[in-house]
């Protein structure tokens, strides 16, 4: 993909053309030279190395600003003396700098001479006509004749191609140009842009065009004083008195403050209205005289803005509340500047006391202060507040629809959102940017928001505001969050800027969708660019690092945010924390949490979590102690972690302790949160509480049933488990993989194999689910424990994938408990061969030959293993602790009674089979673990229990 992106960029600049041949060396050779003030640029060795280098376009845009041609001449001169061919960015510069200065022959010659022209250069030449002219028939012409030339090699163009045509039209006094153009505009969707048909509005009022320029005033989203004072003149200068008034009457009911030229329009027409119209209008003029020149409402209000633009909006709060006590008349500006200042202090009640104010003093029926009610209260998190508000508004505009969308957007209730939505649609007004990435927002967490946000797409590219850098950035996000990449990656290559959001989003994009190494190449990509970085991309990269566990480039990105600051950020220092933890690396993340002044929930939870994923569930509840102390209340996530560790610890104490917690907190309801305690009680031993509790979710969903089988199979409950799958079955709720797990497990355990194989069948048949090795292993040992061994080797042959070695192991074991030497000895030479120095095969093998007094296949199956050099190597530490136990107590006198070893092997083998007996170990671990008041339930009482060494 980036290969794709430097490649376009690439061809952006490849263009190279023969500016025009009368342009020679020789041509300039008599010109000035450069300003003195430029000479720095001209000493440095790399200006004539390229033709985009930047000097050329300072100097381009100094000779623009001081419309000094000479120096542009000059200019142009040494870029071709420097034997550089100027590409088409360039040579747009040029052209702009020609028509700038007045030069059309020029700019329309480098035009002319251009092989392959953008919208740029078309709009740059455009420009240099609607320059020239006025007062000139021809260029005017010229011009149209350009733009139908135009319209027929560029499909796309924008309101900068539309700006200088309009200025054509003004200039010309045709009135049928103007009405090509606003019909043009009509049909590539940008005759409702607020620079375009506040043109028209003006050209179609000059040209006495009052209807037509009434109409588009009418639908236009927002309108200045300007505009307002365009028509006020129209209807004066054409003589519709009545018109004007009422037109006046409309733009004191907007909000806005009629100035002196506004009301003089008024006055101009007074003679034509009735004698209560002429006083209204002279009663205005009085009051709006004694308001500006009395009051001093303008200073006022500049001191309430002064206030909130550096940010003390509780000095702006202090000064409005001496502003009324000092009796002055407040407009509609005060109020939208005062509960601007009230929303960034949360103070609901003091917002709520202005609104009562606008309500007494009649300010509520303007736009612009129901729009700053709107926002003061979606700021507040009252978006029901607002919504009352905008439903009560009589008069609304884009503004106000955008922000009660955003309203419901960042209070989570995005369906309100995209219902607002499509109601502005049906209203009629044109959307904009805001209006689009707003909606998008939302339609990102609906379930149908991919469906959703490909509509809108469409809608942003009819009305040609795709290409805004707060449409694309919010296309790209939203498609990257449904996981459909193709279309993001397509928006993001063909953006024609990249801004810091659309960055990352699209690192964010890739790591939503598993592909954290895409992340951190384009990461890679925009930091070489010289791209500016902030916390929210060094957060990401710092992700993606902890998805690929690249702890050294994670060590890097940690360095970096040190060097730059970034690592203040509590986001970073938890992204970096989260990072070290997925690594493994705890004693980094130790370190880097002790550093973090506050931690907040998410960096807590993130270093509990981090605790019990790497075996360390005992500092894991010693921190959750220390979170509870600082003050920080845990959620439902951090529970569930702390109910795991409680798990894996088997303390059930512990677990019940959390568990209290949670139901003080009123978590204890939480799916997420019951299925770990589920499972917590289920391992720690007690099936009854996991069943207690499970009974009284509310909401049981697959996960939840799956935990409380798993944990009847593992306590030995077969039938149980059946039941349970059976109530599952009856309550609708869909079994999958792991439920079956649990059903075959459960049959393994209890014999159940008539069973095993019709839930077998039963989850291939009916639901689909192709069975896994897990599966399989269950089924084969439920026919190994029944002693069907040949029927589970057979089953193992037969599976589609190549079985394990621990389904090998298993079905070896149910060889030997059932003597099948013959099943016993081809499984244990698959086993050999898939493990070769595993030693639980040739122990296995030699147990199966002994029981059938097979002495010469025991030895040699014993010399194998001796000949391989294949150790029996006890595995677990309780076993080495034995040994050295045995060492000891021999030496203290102690023989151990052989005799009640059955089997026919040495004396040393039958000492091992008494030290390693498995209830043995089990009954010693029980007394080392409890107090020495506790009972030890035993079902069997074995004949080598009597003699505890």
């Avoid at 103007?178 to 003006?202: C, M, P, Q, R």
């Avoid at 909606?439 to 149908?448: D, G, I």
């Avoid at 209290?660 to 799916?671: E, F, G, Q």
Wanted: proline share 3%; aromatic share 10%.
């Amino acid at each position: 993909m980036y290969t794709q992106l430097q490649a376009n960029l690439k061809l952006k600049h490849k263009h190279t053309y023969v500016i025009f041949s009368s342009f020679t060396k020789d041509t300039y050779r008599n010109l000035p030279s450069f300003s003195l003030s430029l000479l720095p640029f001209l000493q440095k060795s790399h200006f004539s190395s390229s033709s985009s280098s930047p000097p050329w376009f300072s100097i381009l845009r100094h000779a623009i600003s001081t419309s000094d041609l000479l120096l542009g001449k000059s200019t142009h001169a040494r870029i071709l003396n420097s034997s550089q061919i100027p590409d088409r960015f360039l040579t747009n510069n040029l052209m702009t700098m020609y028509s700038r200065c007045g030069s059309l022959v020029y700019a329309r010659r480098l035009f002319d001479k251009m092989p392959d022209r953008d919208l740029i250069s078309w709009n740059s030449i455009l420009a240099a006509y609607a320059h020239s002219g006025e007062g000139n028939a021809e260029n005017v012409m010229e011009g149209f004749r350009l733009f139908r030339s135009l319209r027929e090699s560029i499909t796309f163009t924008s309101r900068l191609t539309l700006a200088p045509l309009l200025k054509l039209c003004l200039s010309s006094g045709y009135v049928w140009a103007s009405e090509t153009v606003h019909g043009y505009a009509l049909k590539i969707g940008l005759v409702w842009d607020e620079f375009v048909s506040g043109a028209l509005v003006n050209i179609y009022s000059k040209f006495g065009k009052i209807r037509e320029a009434k109409f588009l005033f009418d639908g236009m989203q927002e309108r200045d004083i300007v505009l307002w004072k365009v028509m006020l003149r129209a209807y004066a200068e054409n003589g519709f008195g009545e018109e004007v008034f009422h037109l006046f009457a409309g733009l004191h009911r907007s909000g806005l403050c009629p100035d002196d030229e506004s009301v003089q329009c008024v006055l101009g027409v007074i003679s034509d209205l009735g004698k209560r119209h002429e006083e209204q209008v002279q009663a205005y003029a009085i009051k709006l005289l004694l308001y500006n020149n009395n009051s001093n409402v303008v200073l006022w209000n500049k001191k309430l803005s002064g206030y909130l633009q550096v940010g003390d909006n509780h000095g702006a709060i202090e000064c409005f509340v001496n502003m009324i006590r000092s009796n002055v008349q407040y407009d509609s500006v005060t109020f939208l500047v005062a509960l601007a200042a009230v929303a960034g202090t949360d103070n609901l009640n003091l917002g709520q006391q202005i609104h009562g104010t606008t309500l007494k003093s009649g300010f509520y029926s303007a736009v612009i202060v129901g729009n700053s009610l709107i926002n003061m209260y979606s700021k507040m998190g009252c978006v029901w507040f607002a919504q009352k508000v905008f439903s009560e508004m009589k008069e609304v505009d884009l503004i106000s629809w955008n922000s009660m969308i955003s309203s419901y957007t960042q209070s989570g209730l995005e369906k309100e959102s995209v219902s607002l939505f499509i109601n502005l649609l049906r209203s009629g007004l044109r959307t904009d940017q805001f209006t689009l990435a707003s909606v998008l927002r939302a339609s990102s967490s609906l379930p149908e928001g991919l469906h959703l946000s490909k509509q809108i797409h469409v809608h942003a590219i009819k009305n040609d505001i795709v290409a805004d850098s707060f449409v694309s950035t919010a296309l790209i996000d939203v498609y990257c969050r449904n996981g459909s990449m193709a279309e993001a990656e397509y928006l993001f290559e063909n953006k024609d800027g990249f801004d810091l959001a659309t960055w990352n989003a699209m690192i964010f994009g890739y790591i939503l969708s598993n592909n954290s190494q895409k992340a951190l190449e384009l990461f890679s990509h925009m930091h070489t660019s010289g791209e500016r970085l902030d916390e929210i991309t060094i957060a990401t990269a710092v992700k993606a690092c902890g998805c690929l566990l690249m702890l050294k480039q994670g060590k890097q990105m940690h360095a970096y945010a040190m060097k730059s600051g970034f690592d203040l950020d509590l986001c970073v220092s938890s992204g970096i924390l989260d990072m070290y933890v997925k690594c493994g690396a705890m004693v980094d993340a130790h370190s880097i949490f002790n550093d973090i002044p506050a931690p907040d929930d998410v960096a807590w939870t993130t270093m509990i979590s981090g605790c019990v994923d790497n075996g360390e569930e005992d500092l894991a509840l010693s921190i959750y102690h220390q979170m509870r102390l600082s003050g920080v209340v845990p959620d439902e996530f951090t529970f569930a972690i702390l109910v795991k560790a409680s798990s894996c610890l088997t303390a059930l104490e512990q677990g019940r302790q959390i568990h209290a917690n949670l139901i003080k907190l009123d978590c204890s309801s939480d799916p997420f949160v019951g299925i770990s305690l589920v499972d917590m009680y289920a391992k720690c031993g007690n099936i009854e509480d996991a069943y207690i509790l499970f009974k009284r979710m509310d909401m049981r969903n697959t996960v939840l049933w799956n935990a409380m089988l798993v944990g009847l199979a593992q306590h030995g409950n077969g039938e149980e488990t059946l039941k349970l799958f059976e109530d599952m079955k009856a309550h609708g709720v869909e079994p999958d993989s792991v439920t079956f797990i649990g059903v075959l497990s459960a049959c393994s355990y209890t014999g159940l194999v008539s069973e095993a194989y019709e839930n077998f069948h039963l989850m291939r048949e009916k639901y689909g689910i192709e069975p896994e090795v897990e599966h399989y292993s269950f089924l084969v040992d439920a026919l190994g424990r029944a002693g069907r061994t040949k029927e589970a080797g057979e089953l193992i042959l037969s599976m589609p994938f190549e079985a394990s070695a621990s389904m090998h192991r298993a079905l070896l074991g149910a060889c030997r408990v059932q003597g099948d030497t013959e099943t016993g000895k081809w499984v244990a030479e698959k086993l050999m061969a898939l493990e070769p120095f595993d030693s639980s095969a040739y122990v296995l093998l030699s147990n199966i030959f002994a029981a059938a007094n097979q002495w010469d296949d025991v030895t040699s199956a014993r010399g194998e293993m001796k000949r391989k050099n294949v150790k029996k190597d006890p595995a677990d530490l309780i076993f080495a602790k034995v040994e050295g136990l045995i060492k000891r107590i021999k030496e203290g006198g102690y023989v151990p009674d052989t005799d009640f070893v059955l089997l026919d092997v040495e004396e040393e083998e039958k000492e091992c089979a008494l030290y390693y007996y498995s209830e043995k170990l089990a009954r010693t671990y029980g007394l080392i673990s409890t107090p020495p008041s506790s009972v030890i339930p035993s079902n069997k009482e074995p004949s080598c229990l009597r003699r505890l060494p």
